[in-house]
Each structure stands twice: as structure tokens, then as C-alpha cells.
């Protein structure tokens, strides 16, 4: 069981390059997300999919596109990166529980820096 | 949609201290809040949680309290230990997104240095 996953770790584009952040969880989770995180800025979501077909806009969606492939895998797409799209994204995934319990899990992060 | 306040932004404590973090919200709507503790270089995941039928809740050292009246939540560490420094973020269920609609509006964060 590996939880949440996310390729690549690091990553270093050009202004105007395009790449397809990749996140993969092996839970059966139903809802995914995907989060970046600036210094001082908390955790900021960009899209999320509550079910496996069905996506949404977050607080910061303009620049990225997602793609919930199926209930494992929800992909995030930059297809023209800017230097403010430099950041760390998280991908989670949510798991809910009859007895209340609720909880996002997160993956490893990808560092991303745009030139 | 929901606004999410966090202070201190920085907090050092001593080893054995207690720390305290504050959280606001604005939307009286909102009916869980959950703290992520982050590590350097790590994944956020999930030390505590509170629903709005609850004042307070503890698991060990690590407690919160929720004031609905005044849309306030806090987390509170007693007996400190070096290993609890990281960065605490609170967060806020979207009123709005209920069921598998579900979404979180998180705080900024607060770094949490306890000295040895």
C-alpha cells in the first residue's frame, strides 16, 4: 500500500514549456485534489474531483488543466508554465470513514521551478 | 467563500512549554476543522480534528478548541519537544461543499520552533 504518489520529485522548465504533473493512490479513495504551497501562503487548492469523471475549479485554477483518468489517477497539466507557477504541488486524496473521520492524504510533493 | 485566518505566523517555544495557534474563520456555515502538522521537507498529514457539535477534543498532549460564537479554533501543545517544530496549518470544511464535494480552505501556516 503506498498511498498517495506523485512523479516527477523535481522538476525545471522554461517559460512557455508545458508537463503533466503525475498523481497515483492506491486507497480507492473517491475525491482527489490538487494543492500548491508558496512560502507563507498555506496550501492553496487548484482543482479537485470529487468522483472518478467530475472535476472542479479550486481557489487558483488559471494556468492548469486536470485530468481525472480514472478513480487512482488525477493528472495536472501546465500548458504553457509561467515563473509564478514556480511552487511545490501536493496531490491528496480523501478518505472518509463511517464512524466521522475524515482525512486528506497527501503525497510526496514535486518541486517545481519555472525560468 | 471561506476565509481562514492563522496567528502567529512564527511561534518559538521552549522545550516543556505550552504553544498555543489561533485560527479564524468567516463563514459560521463551516462545520470541521482539521490541523495538518508539516514537517521540513515533508507531506502535511492530518494530528487533530474538531466538528461544530464539539468544543474541545484531545489526543495526548495535542488539544483544540472551537468557539462557534466567535468562529475562532485553536490548537494548543503542552509539554513541548523538539520534535513537534514544524509548520501547523488549520483549515476549514467549505460550507458549500458538502458530501463528496468536499473541500478545505487552509490558514498560512504558523512555524513552530521549540528549543531544546
Known amino acids: 500500500n503506498a498511498g498517495v504518489t506523485q512523479t516527477p520529485k523535481f522538476q525545471v522548465l522554461k517559460t512557455g514549456q508545458s508537463m503533466t504533473l503525475q498523481c497515483a493512490q492506491d486507497?480507492?479513495?473517491?475525491?482527489m485534489y490538487w494543492y500548491r504551497q508558496d512560502p507563507g501562503m498555506g496550501l492553496r487548492l487548484i482543482y479537485y474531483?470529487?468522483?472518478?469523471?467530475?472535476?472542479d475549479k479550486g481557489e487558483v485554477p488559471n494556468g492548469y488543466n486536470v485530468s481525472r483518468l480514472n478513480k487512482r489517477e488525477f493528472s495536472l497539466r501546465l500548458e504553457s508554465a509561467a515563473p509564478s507557477q514556480t511552487s511545490v504541488y501536493f496531490c491528496?486524496?480523501?478518505?472518509?470513514?463511517?464512524?466521522?473521520?475524515?482525512?486528506?492524504?497527501f503525497g510526496p510533493g514535486t518541486r517545481l521551478t519555472v525560468l | 467563500g471561506e476565509n481562514v485566518e492563522q496567528h502567529p505566523s512564527t511561534l518559538s517555544v521552549q522545550e516543556g512549554d505550552s504553544a498555543v495557534i489561533k485560527c479564524t474563520y468567516s463563514d459560521s456555515a463551516s462545520n470541521y476543522f482539521p490541523w495538518y502538522k508539516q514537517e521540513l521537507g515533508k507531506r502535511p498529514q492530518l494530528i487533530i480534528d474538531?466538528?461544530?457539535?464539539?468544543g474541545e477534543k484531545k489526543d495526548q498532549r495535542i488539544a483544540v478548541t472551537l468557539n462557534k460564537t466567535a468562529k475562532h479554533f485553536s490548537l494548543h501543545i503542552t509539554e513541548t519537544q523538539p520534535e513537534d517544530s514544524a509548520v501547523y496549518f488549520c483549515?476549514?470544511?467549505?460550507?458549500?461543499?458538502?458530501?463528496?464535494?468536499?473541500?478545505?480552505?487552509f490558514g498560512k501556516g504558523t512555524l513552530l520552533t521549540v528549543n531544546p
Open positions: 474531483s470529487a468522483s472518478e469523471g467530475t472535476t
Open positions: 491528496a486524496s480523501r478518505r472518509v470513514l463511517a464512524g466521522g473521520e475524515d482525512e486528506q492524504f
Open positions: 483549515a476549514a470544511s467549505d460550507p458549500y461543499s458538502g458530501g463528496s464535494n468536499y473541500k478545505l480552505t
Open positions: 486507497m480507492n479513495h473517491n475525491s
Open positions: 474538531i466538528r461544530s457539535n464539539v
